[in-house]
């Protein structure tokens, strides 16, 4: 049964930045897409990115610019690189892999 752990979540002021790792276990991690999610403090589930198994990525509007998506297949981990960060980035930050998800790890952006 594969896993996914996310971690790298935490408190974060405005204007900085988190990376969020995402790691798998199981077998052919490269041949999937991997993404991420959020779910805000309202509860709405948003997508957030997603990287191909070719690396191609693409990114929800609100993130553009500001988040990069990647993946190191040898490490079976995906990453979200988070820069300038906004209030309304605060939410609990899922990844996700075909019907697989991880628990979560939750980032706060507060001054």
């Known amino acids: 049964q594969v896993q996914l752990v996310e971690s790298g979540g935490g408190l974060v002021q405005p204007g900085g930045s988190l990376r969020l790792s995402c790691a798998a276990s199981g077998n052919f991690f490269g041949d999937y897409h991997i993404k991420w999610y959020r779910r805000t403090p309202g509860g709405e589930r948003e997508w957030v990115a997603t990287?191909?198994?070719?690396?191609?990525?693409n990114y929800a509007a609100f993130v553009k610019g500001r988040f990069t998506i990647s993946r190191d297949n040898a490490k079976k981990t995906a990453y979200l690189q988070m820069n300038s960060l906004k209030f309304e980035d605060t939410a609990v930050y899922y990844c996700n892999r075909g019907a697989e998800w991880g628990q979560g790890t939750l980032v706060t952006v507060s001054s």
């Open positions: 990287i191909s198994p070719n690396r191609g990525t």
